[in-house]
């Protein structure tokens, strides 16, 4: 879906990430700020990532939780559980019903909004905005006013927000998802940012974060310290990610 000229968007966040790297990256872009909104499919019903309230669609034939506020999933509930059983668990939570084409509306809203700080924006993931500043930085004062004007923005709006910035998408995106603090990265330093996180911030598939737990391998930094084609070798193209 365009909505202007230079802007890109998808919103079927379904993707691997490996194609998300290649169709962000492939723009020429070099710098990526991911605006993680942990409660944005709830807070757009006016909940606070404070209520505790999940987020229901019909999913494998039963209403199964596909969203949840930060306070939900403190109190065990996870994505893929049943209605009934996150009722079970945790009888005092509020589960709305998914409206898509409300969620896509408001989805659209956001990333034009954002539009203001950058020419190119993407919903890549269903959590995470994301901006390719690298050409638009400079404009607000640089990096780091610009992650201010962007945190501004979704406070704004009514959204909780986490923020990182990075040469590498997913890079950005595992730090926004995994750091209790706004991060900016500087240029060619990603891996180490990546290092000292668990492997499972990668959302390896379960047979190859399995593999890697039984080796040992607990943190992105041993699995970086592996040599490349060794573990693409045994673990194929999933294992090179």
């Known amino acids: 879906?365009?909505?202007?000229?230079?802007?890109?968007?998808?919103?079927?966040?379904?993707?691997?990430?490996?194609?998300?790297?290649?169709?962000?990256?492939?723009?020429?872009?070099?710098?990526?700020?991911?605006?993680?909104?942990?409660?944005?499919?709830?807070e757009r019903l006016g909940y606070s990532a404070h209520d505790l309230v999940g987020l229901i669609d019909e999913v494998k034939n039963a209403m199964r939780l596909v969203a949840l506020t930060p306070s939900a999933r403190d109190c065990g509930l996870q994505i893929g559980m049943t209605a009934t059983a996150a009722r079970a668990l945790v009888p005092e939570v509020l589960l709305e019903e998914r409206m898509a084409e409300a969620e896509l509306f408001d989805r659209h809203a956001l990333m034009v909004a954002f539009g203001q700080l950058s020419d190119r924006v993407a919903w890549p993931w269903e959590e995470d905005l994301v901006l390719e500043v690298s050409r638009t930085s400079r404009v607000f004062g640089g990096e780091e006013a610009t992650m201010t004007r962007a945190r501004i923005l979704a406070e704004s709006l009514g959204h909780c927000?986490?923020?990182?910035?990075?040469?590498?998408?997913?890079?950005?995106?595992?730090?926004?998802t995994h750091t209790p603090t706004d991060v900016a990265v500087p240029i060619g330093e990603a891996a180490s940012f990546l290092s000292p996180l668990p492997i499972a911030a990668m959302r390896p598939p379960a047979e190859l974060f399995?593999?890697?737990?039984?080796?040992?391998?607990?943190r992105i930094g041993q699995l970086a310290a592996l040599d490349s084609a060794s573990v693409s070798g045994r673990y194929g193209k999933t294992g090179a990610l």
């Open 1 to 42: 879906m365009v909505v202007a000229p230079g802007c890109w968007i998808d919103v079927m966040p379904d993707v691997t990430h490996e194609r998300t790297r290649v169709m962000l990256q492939s723009l020429g872009a070099r710098r990526f700020l991911v605006v993680h909104l942990p409660a944005f499919r709830l």
């Open 161 to 176: 927000c986490h923020l990182s910035l990075a040469d590498d998408v997913l890079a950005a995106h595992i730090l926004a």
């Open 210 to 218: 399995t593999a890697l737990r039984a080796l040992g391998i607990e």
